[in-house]
C-alpha cells in the first residue's frame, strides 16, 4: 500500500463518521444563523417560546440578538432569506456522541448481523473479537482493522438497501448507558434552536464528519433538515442495471471526507454560499467557524462546550472524542458565542424533565 493511499485511509478512519483508534480503548463577532419564511412578529415571544429549554443566559441572548438583527428590514444588518445559511456539525453539536459515535456503533451492529453471510469472520480478526464482543482486541489491528470493518458494513449494497439498513438501525438500536434510541439523544435546546432560526428565514443544513448517507434516512424526521440539506463524508458509488432497474451500488472507496478543512470545501460544493451562522462542538469544525466568520456582514458562530458530567459527559481538550481545544481558544479570543451545557440549558435530552439531574453513572 502506498504513502498516499495510507494517508486517505486514515482520513477514512478518522473522518467518515467513525471514531478514533484511541477513543475506543481507553457566535462569531458579528452573529448570524437558518430558513422557513418571514421573520417573526416579536422576536421575544420567538424567545420565549422556541428557546424554552435555554436558561437566560448570555448564550441564549447572544442568539435572539443576533437574529433580531439581522431579520429586521430596518436593522443596517439586515441579511435578506435566501442568504440566511445556519450549518451545524452532527455529532455532539446535535446529537451526543459518547461513549463512542454512534455511526460506530451502527457498524458493529451490522458486523453481527452480516455474521451468518460470513463463517470465516469466527477465525478472521477483526470480526471474531466484534463478534466475541471484545472491542479492544478487535482494533488492535488499529487503521487496517477500522478499514476492514467499514468496508464490511458500508459498501458492497445499493443506496436503497442501505437507506433501509439505516432506517431499520436507528428505529430499534439504543443507546448503552441511557437505554434510550440513537435518535432520542438529541439535544432538546437544539432542536428548539433549529426551529428558531427557520422560523426567522433561516435555512437550516448539517456539515458533518459522519456519512451522507448514514444521516439522510432520518435527519428530516429528527432535526426537519431535508436529504437534500445534509452535507457530509461518502463513498463512492456506481451506476449499474439489476434486475433491468438502475441503481447505484455502494463502493469500498471514498469519495468525499466532510470533516476538518473539508468542511468549508463541502459547503462551497453542495450549498455554494458562505453560512452566516456556523454551530459546532469540536475542534473538527474549526475551520467551518473560520470560513463563516471570514464573510462580510454580520456573522455568528457558536460552540457547544460539554460541561455536564451529570446529564450528559464532560470533555474538551483532553477528550479523544469531540476534542475541543484550538476552537475553545479561537472562540474565546475572537468572542464567538461559547455554550456552557451545565450553566446555559435547563434540559439536555427531550425526555428529561426540565429539573431533571438527568443520567448519571458517567
Known amino acids: 500500500m502506498n504513502t498516499n493511499h495510507m494517508n486517505t485511509n486514515r482520513h477514512l478512519l478518522l473522518c467518515f463518521a467513525m471514531m478514533s483508534i484511541s477513543a475506543v480503548l481507553g457566535g462569531c463577532s458579528n452573529q448570524r444563523s437558518g430558513y422557513a419564511g418571514s421573520s417573526l412578529s416579536s422576536p421575544t415571544q420567538a424567545h420565549a417560546a ?3 429549554s435555554w436558561n437566560d443566559s448570555p448564550a441564549k441572548r447572544s442568539i435572539t440578538a443576533f437574529v433580531a438583527r439581522v431579520t429586521n428590514p430596518q436593522s ?6 435566501p442568504e440566511r445559511i445556519a450549518v451545524f456539525d452532527n455529532d455532539g453539536a446535535l ?3 459518547q461513549p463512542m459515535y454512534f455511526q ?3 457498524a458493529m451492529d451490522r458486523v453481527k448481523a452480516l455474521a451468518p453471510n460470513h463463517p470465516e469472520w469466527k477465525e478472521k480478526e477483526p470480526f471474531a473479537s466484534l463478534l466475541k464482543g471484545d472491542l479492544k482486541s478487535a482494533l488492535a489491528g488499529g487503521e487496517r482493522a477500522m478499514i476492514e470493518i467499514v468496508t464490511a458494513t458500508h459498501s458492497g449494497m445499493t443506496t436503497e438497501e442501505f437507506d433501509t439498513v439505516v432506517r431499520d438501525w436507528v428505529a430499534t438500536a439504543k443507546h448503552p448507558k441511557t437505554g ?3 435518535t432520542e439523544m438529541v439535544y432538546q435546546p437544539m432542536l428548539e434552536l433549529l426551529s428558531y432560526l427557520r422560523e426567522n428565514g433561516f435555512k437550516t443544513f448539517i456539515v458533518s464528519g459522519g456519512g451522507i448517507e448514514f444521516m439522510r434516512p432520518w435527519a428530516e424526521r429528527v432535526y426537519g433538515i431535508p436529504p437534500e440539506q445534509v452535507i457530509g463524508s461518502s463513498g463512492k458509488t456506481k451506476f449499474e442495471m439489476r434486475d433491468g432497474k438502475p441503481v447505484l451500488v455502494k463502493l469500498p472507496e471514498i469519495n468525499f471526507i466532510d470533516d476538518k478543512e473539508g468542511k468549508p470545501v463541502g459547503i462551497n460544493q453542495h450549498i455554494g454560499r458562505r453560512p452566516i451562522a456556523a454551530f459546532g462542538n469540536s475542534d473538527g469544525d474549526l475551520q467551518m467557524l473560520q470560513y463563516t ?8 458562530c457558536l460552540y457547544v462546550h460539554h460541561t455536564d458530567a451529570v446529564r450528559e459527559w464532560a470533555y474538551d481538550r483532553e477528550s479523544h ?3 475541543l481545544d484550538k476552537g475553545l481558544d479561537e472562540a474565546q479570543a475572537r468572542g464567538w458565542t461559547v455554550v456552557d451545557m451545565k450553566r446555559d440549558w435547563r434540559k439536555v435530552f427531550p425526555f428529561e424533565s426540565a429539573t431533571s439531574s438527568g443520567v448519571d453513572d458517567r
Open 293 to 300: 466568520a471570514a464573510g462580510s456582514g454580520p456573522r455568528f
Open 321 to 323: 472524542i469531540g476534542k
Open 180 to 182: 434510550k434510541l440513537y
Open 95 to 97: 446529537w451526543a456522541e
Open 104 to 106: 460506530f456503533m451502527f
Open 50 to 52: 422556541t428557546l424554552a
Open 76 to 81: 443596517p444588518d439586515f441579511v435578506p432569506p
